[in-house]
């Protein structure tokens, strides 16, 4: 009887491990697959395959392939497959806690672009799917609103930390932040116009700098 009271910490962390693993290993071939084939054109039975799980596990962890690609939108955003929101990583944490306003602002450049590094191959899936998928039709619209969100909160704290420049407010700085690191905007520069993620990166900070502090 002791001995299995003192098992069961061990045996609940071992499980959770598994459990998050489980749910990396699915998340990573969805991303596989729907790069290669597209969303429409990718099986859940595929992606149980890839991933080396059944079919039952996918749908008993994100319960439809919709909900499968929101959660690896949210997994490219955070760099986690544990399901936590971009503000709750030690990076977004980094940004809000730096008290200087340029570095901060450096930071947050640094930040981004790796998170779209990470994202910018899935995001037209995104639009594919949501134009051949109901269900996900309002999708791109809540990707957008919940960066607008997370932009107002670096906005608020950049303005915590000093002054914003003459004119600028809060939710202007928050939109400013918004339009220079959409994603459609760092596929074009890195893609199409041949920009090193260095490059862009050094523009993003350099451009907010300019445009939000005195």
């Not at 503000?87 to 602002?105: F, G, I, N, Y």
């Not at 640094?110 to 899936?125: F, N, Q």
């Amino acid at each position: 009887m002791g001995e299995d009271v003192k098992r069961r910490p061990y045996d609940r962390t071992r499980r959770q491990a598994q459990a998050e693993e489980t749910r990396r290993q699915i998340l990573t071939a969805a991303q596989q697959l729907f790069g290669q084939q597209g969303y429409a054109g990718t099986t859940v039975e595929q992606i149980a395959a890839a991933a080396g799980v059944a079919v039952p596990t996918i749908y008993a962890i994100f319960g439809n392939k919709q909900r499968l690609l929101a959660a690896l939108v949210r997994m490219l955003v955070s760099g986690s497959a544990d399901g936590r929101v971009m503000s709750q990583t030690p990076e977004a944490e980094a940004v809000l806690a730096e008290p200087d306003q340029r570095q901060q602002l450096r930071l947050f450049a640094r930040s981004m672009c790796e998170v779209l590094a990470r994202l910018s191959p899935i995001l037209a899936v995104v639009r594919d799917a949501a134009r051949t998928d109901p269900a996900l039709a309002e999708l791109p619209r809540r990707m957008g609103e919940q960066r607008l969100v997370m932009m107002r909160g670096v906005a608020q704290s950049l303005a915590a930390h000093g002054p914003l420049r003459p004119g600028v407010d809060i939710e202007g700085a928050a939109e400013t932040i918004w339009a220079l690191t959409n994603g459609e905007l760092y596929r074009v520069l890195t893609s199409e116009q041949r920009w090193s993620t260095a490059r862009y990166e050094q523009w993003v900070a350099d451009t907010l700098i300019a445009a939000l502090l005195p």
